[in-house]
C-alpha cells in the first residue's frame, strides 16, 4: 500500500509554544488529507479535513485559530497546534486519499504513524 | 448524522479460538464504506477489511471476515484462529461516500488474546 509518513513522531513543547506536525504522502498525491485526534484510550476524532489549495474544512467544536492546517502542495499537509497548553496533549494522526483512484475503494486512504504531542 | 457503536470495550479469546467484534452503524446515505483497522501499541492504524454497502457478499481478508448485516446495519469482524499478535485495539469506521468522504470511528474494542 501507499506510505503516509508524519514528522516528527514524538514531540514535547513547553506551554504556549506552537508546534508544527506534518503529514506527507511518500509515493502518490493527495488532494486531501484528513486531521485526527486521539486521547488516551479513546478513538479517533476527526479534526478537520485539508483540502490542497483551499481552506481546511473544520468539524464541530475545532477551534480553527488553534489548529492551523495548511495544505500547499500534493503531498503535504502541516497542521500547526498554536499558544499550545497541556490539554493539547494527544495523539495527532493523519491521512491521505490517494486522488489518481477515481473508483471508490477501500485502500484510498492511508494513515500516518501518528505523532504524540506532550504539553508540559 | 452518521455514528459507529461498539459496545464492547473489552474481549478476551484464546489463542487458536475465534472471536467476533462488534459493530452496528447509522447513516442515511445510500452509499458508503465499513472499515475494520488494528491498532497495536505503537499508535499506528493497520487496515484490516473493507466492506461496501453495496457489496452483496461478505468481505474476507484471510483470517478476517466481515459479517455485514445492512438490514440491521451491523458490520461485526469475526478473527479466525487468533494468535497472540492479535492482541490489540480494533476500530470499526464508516466513510461516506459523498461530501468529503469523511471516516468516523467507533470506540474501539481492546482484544486480548491468551495463551
Known amino acids: 500500500g501507499a506510505v503516509v509518513s508524519q514528522h516528527p513522531s514524538r514531540v514535547i513543547c513547553k506551554s504556549g509554544t506552537s508546534v508544527k506536525i506534518e503529514c506527507r504522502s511518500l509515493?502518490?498525491?493527495?488532494?486531501?488529507m484528513f486531521w485526527y485526534r486521539q486521547f488516551p484510550k479513546q478513538s479517533l476524532m476527526l479534526m478537520a479535513t485539508?483540502?490542497?489549495?483551499?481552506?481546511?474544512?473544520?468539524e464541530q467544536g475545532v477551534e480553527k485559530d488553534k489548529f492551523l492546517i495548511n495544505h500547499a502542495s500534493l503531498t503535504l499537509s502541516t497542521l500547526t497546534v498554536t499558544s499550545a497548553h497541556p490539554e493539547d496533549s494527544s495523539f495527532y494522526i493523519c491521512s491521505a486519499r490517494d486522488t489518481q483512484e477515481k473508483v471508490l475503494k477501500y485502500n484510498e486512504q492511508f494513515f500516518g504513524p501518528g505523532t504524540r504531542l506532550t504539553v508540559l | 448524522a452518521q455514528k459507529i457503536t461498539q459496545t464492547q470495550p473489552g474481549m478476551f479469546v484464546q489463542e487458536k479460538e475465534a472471536v467476533t467484534l462488534d459493530c452496528t452503524y447509522d447513516t442515511s446515505d445510500p452509499s458508503y464504506g465499513l472499515f475494520w483497522y488494528k491498532q497495536p501499541s505503537s499508535g499506528e492504524m493497520i487496515f484490516l477489511i473493507y466492506q461496501g454497502s453495496y457489496d452483496q457478499q461478505n468481505a474476507t481478508e484471510g483470517r478476517y471476515s466481515l459479517n455485514f448485516q445492512k438490514a440491521r446495519k451491523s458490520a461485526n469482524l469475526v478473527i479466525s484462529a487468533s494468535q497472540l499478535g492479535d492482541s490489540a485495539m480494533y476500530f470499526c469506521a464508516m466513510r461516506r461516500n459523498t461530501g468529503g468522504f469523511k471516516t468516523i470511528f467507533g470506540a474501539g474494542t481492546r482484544l486480548f488474546v491468551k495463551a
Open positions: 509515493d502518490f498525491q493527495a488532494t486531501t
Open positions: 485539508s483540502n490542497e489549495g483551499s481552506k481546511a474544512t473544520y
